[in-house]
């Protein structure tokens, strides 16, 4: 593999694709997880995913966005989000890859920056994202109860069941530095609407199965759906949160996997689009 490199004043981490060939390569921009507070480029949820990612052919732009606490509050980690984005839309050509297949992703509370992120970049505050992968995101401060089969399997694996309402809720009071009641949409993007979300790139949803979060997750892509918007909703069994920073764990790859595929299918669907656009019209 490539060496990576840090790059943007070391707002971000480049892992370049491996063997891209002549042509440029898919781009993911990332952002690792760690409830707000927590985390950095070498956990396995940022550099073993970008490696994973950029050993299948896309290259990985790692996101290292400040974290909350110590005066940092929302929207900071929000803005080095979206200054990720857009220095990789002006580097595209540098970095070897298609500005046209630039997708944003993010685990956790990485999911939930990516998210808003998204909300704002439809506001113009950067380009939209040809697609959206979220891992297992937090997407709500106040969580509507898990239904019965996931409150069992919760009961039955208490090690699982560590995102409650009162932990979710103080995660985001820290995040934010005051009530969640008085949030900025992009700051809960699961408080979102089918008409604040048009617009909204397609999506892949990855959440894990003994995880309350995933709550939020669904609620967020059943919106979505409303709104018109393509979503992949998957549910990967066996897990607990957080599964993509346990890469020893068969669900890691396979999650890299499904999400590699679905790059190359949002990519396969823009080049149809794109040649029946300019293909000329016969008699």
């Known amino acids: 593999m490539t060496t990576p490199y840090d790059s943007a004043d070391g707002l971000v981490r480049v892992y370049p694709a491996d ?9 993911l921009v990332w952002a690792h997880g760690g409830g707000f507070v927590a985390g950095d480029l070498d956990m396995p949820e940022a550099d073993w995913v970008a490696r994973a990612f950029a050993a299948r052919g896309v290259t990985v732009v790692s996101i290292d966005y400040l974290l909350a606490g110590g005066g940092c509050r929302y929207p900071d980690p929000s803005d080095d989000v979206l200054a990720a984005w857009r220095w990789t839309s002006a580097h595209a050509a540098h970095l070897g890859i298609d500005a046209a297949r630039i997708v944003a992703g993010g685990a956790s509370a990485g999911g939930n920056l990516t998210a808003g992120a998204v909300l704002r970049a439809l506001d113009g505050a950067a380009p939209v994202p040809a697609g959206v992968f979220l891992a297992y995101p937090t997407l709500l401060a106040v969580q509507p109860a ?15 069941d560590r995102f409650g309402p009162a932990r979710v809720r103080a995660m985001y009071e820290d995040y934010l530095g005051g009530p969640v009641e008085d949030a900025p949409l992009p700051a809960v993007p699961g408080r979102a609407m089918p008409h604040d979300v048009t617009g909204f790139p397609p999506v892949l949803m990855v959440n894990g199965e003994a995880d309350e979060l995933r709550v939020s997750g669904e609620a967020f892509a059943a919106t979505l759906v409303a709104a018109g918007v393509p979503v992949m909703l998957v549910t990967e069994p066996g897990t607990e949160h957080g599964h993509l920073n346990r890469p020893d764990e068969p669900a890691a790859s396979a999650t890299v996997d499904r999400a590699v595929g679905w790059i190359g299918d949002l990519s396969a669907t823009r080049a149809r689009t794109a040649a029946a656009t300019v293909a000329p019209d016969h008699p």
Do not use: H
């Open 19 to 27: 063997a891209p060939g002549a042509g440029t390569t898919p781009a």
């Open 146 to 160: 898990p239904d019965a089969a996931l409150r069992a399997m919760l009961d039955q694996n208490p090690a699982a």
